[in-house]
Every structure is written in structure tokens, then in C-alpha cells.
């Protein structure tokens, strides 16, 4: 089986997600703490996207800049959804 060269770049982020998934779902009953966890994924996923195109060398700003719009539309998708 060939791995590919972004495998593991890829598994670090889903553990990432899924790390954030088991606290937010701990977290159940305190809708602040969940957003907070929300809050700080955004933040990782940024700076995991910032970290996986530097390392292949294809790092431009409208790269960041739709990682951050990513990351801004997950933040106020979800906080609609625990704070309604």
C-alpha cells in the first residue's frame, strides 16, 4: 500500500477534530465551554492549513484567507446552533 505524502498531515488533523469532538461532546451541558472548544479548533484548523501549504511550499494569502473564511463560517454555523 502506498502512503501517501500527505497522509500524515491529514491524520493529524482529523485527530485534531476528533480530540475537539470528545470535548465538545463532554461538554455537553455548558454551551460557553463548546464554543470556546469551537473557538480553538478554528483557530488549530488555521494554523494546520498554514502549516500543511508552507511544507509543500504552495503558502499564498489567498490560501489563508480561505482558511480563515472557512474556519469564520464554522464558528458561526455552530455557535447558531448551541446558542439558539
Given at each position: 500500500?502506498?502512503?501517501?505524502?500527505?497522509?500524515?498531515?491529514?491524520?493529524?488533523?482529523?485527530?485534531?477534530?476528533?480530540i475537539s469532538l470528545v470535548f465538545f461532546i463532554a461538554n455537553i451541558s455548558?454551551?460557553?465551554?463548546?464554543?470556546?472548544?469551537?473557538?480553538?479548533?478554528?483557530?488549530?484548523?488555521?494554523?494546520?492549513?498554514?502549516?500543511?501549504?508552507?511544507?509543500?511550499?504552495?503558502?499564498?494569502?489567498?490560501?489563508?484567507?480561505?482558511?480563515?473564511?472557512?474556519?469564520?463560517?464554522?464558528?458561526?454555523?455552530?455557535?447558531?446552533?448551541?446558542?439558539?
Amino acid at each position: 500500500m502506498k502512503v501517501h505524502k500527505h497522509t500524515p498531515d491529514y491524520l493529524i488533523l482529523l485527530l485534531v477534530v476528533l480530540i475537539s469532538l470528545v470535548f465538545f461532546i463532554a461538554n455537553i451541558s455548558n454551551p460557553m465551554r463548546q464554543y470556546e472548544i469551537i473557538i480553538s479548533l478554528s483557530f488549530l484548523y488555521i494554523a494546520w492549513g498554514i502549516f500543511h501549504h508552507a511544507r509543500n511550499h504552495d503558502l499564498h494569502l489567498k490560501v489563508v484567507v480561505e482558511y480563515v473564511v472557512i474556519a469564520v463560517i464554522g464558528i458561526l454555523l455552530l455557535r447558531g446552533a448551541i446558542f439558539h
